[in-house]
T-cell receptor, first 115, second 112 residues
Framework: DAGITQSPRYKITETGRQVTLMCHQT?????MFWYRQDLGHGLRLIYY???????DKGEVPDGYVVSRSKTENFPLTLESATRSQTSVYFC??????????????FGQGTRLTVV | RKEVEQDPGPFNVPEGATVAFNCTYS??????FFWYRQDCRKEPKLLMS???SGNEDGRFTAQLNRASQYISLLIRDSKLSDSATYLC?????????????FGKGTKLSVIP
């Protein structure tokens, strides 16, 4: 199916465990993003990637690791999950047009609970 | 001053009413502007882009005021299905022009 998909949709993990959230897009968009959304904070950027093998930190990167070995995939790993990382995580992608990014398209989100 | 600011609401309006949201942004060099809609517990979805000349899509009208650095969204003849959170999104120019900066959203509840 065309679009951007995230997996899993729901995940419960224990404090201290490593967990990876997957994101896959079929448009070959250059840019991909990971956001987390918490009540009172809105959408906050964790990491972004401008192309394969190019990643950079966003507003709240601590405790997260990303990779982008292929254009279509952008996994997010929580190295040692903490309760403060309980959140809804959204992956998004966008393209660039005349030097400015166009609108972003979002995956359905992963609801992560750390117990 | 926060980069993008919105009145969080909630706005509670009766069906058929007209409602308007504003969003202010701090970066005067910002180039692109959007309104997204987010339903409870779901992903944000693009509602409409905001052009310098203003644009309209059915009951929805978006406007940009660069001098005062705000964008607006007007919803006419509100429907129950318009109940959602509306997110203002700004893309800066120059360095960081890849980043979409989101407001925290304005919650709209349309009441029967």
């Amino acid at each position: 199916d065309a679009g951007i998909t995230q997996s899993p949709r729901y995940k419960i993990t224990e404090t201290g465990r490593q967990v990876t959230l997957m994101c896959h897009q079929t448009w070959s968009h250059s840019y991909m993003f990971w956001y987390r959304q918490d009540l009172g904070h809105g959408l906050r950027l964790i990491y972004y990637s401008a192309a394969a093998d190019i990643t950079d930190k966003g507003e709240v990167p601590d405790g997260y690791v990303v990779s982008r070995s292929k254009t279509e995939n952008f996994p997010l790993t929580l190295e040692s999950a903490t309760r403060s990382q309980t959140s809804v995580y959204f992956c998004a992608s966008s393209e660039r047009d005349r030097g400015v990014n166009t609108e972003a398209f979002f995956g359905q989100g992963t609801r992560l609970t750390v117990v | 001053r926060k980069e993008v600011e919105q009145d969080p609401g909630p706005f509670n309006v009766p069906e058929g009413a007209t409602v308007a949201f504003n969003c202010t942004y701090s970066n005067s060099a910002s180039q692109s502007f959007f309104w997204y809609r987010q339903d409870c517990r779901k992903e944000p979805k693009l509602l409409m882009s905001v052009y310098s000349s203003g644009n309209e899509d059915g009951r929805f009208t978006a406007q940009l005021n660069r001098a005062s650095q705000y964008i607006s969204l007007l919803i006419r003849d509100s429907k129950l299905s318009d109940s959602a959170t509306y997110l203002c999104v700004v893309i800066p120019s120059g360095a960081g022009s890849y980043q979409l900066t989101f407001g925290k959203g304005t919650k709209l509840s349309v009441i029967p």
